[in-house]
T-cell receptor, first 111, second 112 residues
Framework: DAKTTQPTSMDCAEGRAANLPCNHS???????VYWYRQIHSQGPQYIIH???NNETNEMASLIITEDRKSSTLILPHATLRDTAVYYC????????????FGAGTRLAVHP | DTGVSQNPRHKITKRGQNVTFRCDPI?????LYWYRQTLGQGPEFLTY????????KSRLLSDRFSAERPKGSFSTLEIQRTEQGDSAMYLC??????????FGPGTRLTVT
């Protein structure tokens, strides 16, 4: 599975969009991009995944660049409850095999 | 609540004692995973099962660690002769041939 690089921490004002970047320059053609988050003292929670096209669900949007070497997770209207560590994971098999987590981005949403 | 439960939620034990954790996955999920997470780090994969078969074990899983999933439903993770370095959050997750894993709340182990 390809390695990912994420900023260590980010801040966002409540109600504004939070844009979390991820670099995965060695991604291969059959690998998906997954995002999970972990709120303090809880287990990780699946957010969204994508292969080539941009994806949107009730939690977030995922924008993948055309060359697939980077992606951005967008939380359109961040709330205090979105304060968490966000993990970007690249995997060919995703949820079916093991997930390799990095250190993630610690997002702090401020009032 | 994802539907994955773990017990106990907290365990304090003395060095050298054995401990066992239990994970109950979402009932129809055929894959079950164990991860370990230390403070400030992302979760690290330990092992996973498809039904009752253990398909992969990480090198992190020393011979003091053993995991079972006897009937393809719940799973147990046992640590023998605990060491202070075993102090961590132990996370269980399950999936059904899909794209996402559903994680339980974890068991926090403290070895004194």
């Amino acid at each position: 599975d390809a390695k990912t690089t994420q900023p260590t921490s980010m801040d966002c004002a409540e109600g504004r969009a939070a844009n979390l970047p991820c670099n995965h320059s060695t991604i291969s053609g059959n690998e998906y991009v997954y995002w999970y988050r972990q709120i303090h003292s809880q287990g990780p929670q699946y957010i969204i995944h994508g292969l080539k096209n941009n994806e949107t669900n009730e939690m977030a949007s995922l924008i993948i660049t055309e060359d697939r070497k980077s992606s951005t997770l967008i939380l359109p209207h961040a709330t205090l409850r979105d304060t968490a560590v966000y993990y970007c994971i690249v995997s060919a098999s995703g949820g079916y095999n093991k997930l390799i987590f990095g250190a993630g981005t610690r997002l702090a949403v401020h009032p | 609540d994802t539907g994955v439960s773990q017990n106990p939620r907290h365990k304090i034990t003395k060095r050298g004692q054995n401990v066992t954790f239990r994970c109950d996955p979402i009932s129809e999920h055929n894959r079950l995973y164990w991860y370990r997470q230390t403070l400030g780090q992302g979760p690290e994969f330990l092992t996973y099962f498809q039904n009752e078969a253990q398909l992969e074990k990480s090198r992190l899983l020393s011979d003091r660690f053993s995991a079972e999933r006897p009937k393809g439903s719940f799973s147990t993770l046992e640590i023998q002769r605990t060491e202070q370095g075993d102090s961590a959050m132990y996370l269980c997750a399950s999936s059904l041939q899909g794209y996402e894993q559903y994680f339980g709340p974890g068991t926090r182990l403290t070895v004194t």
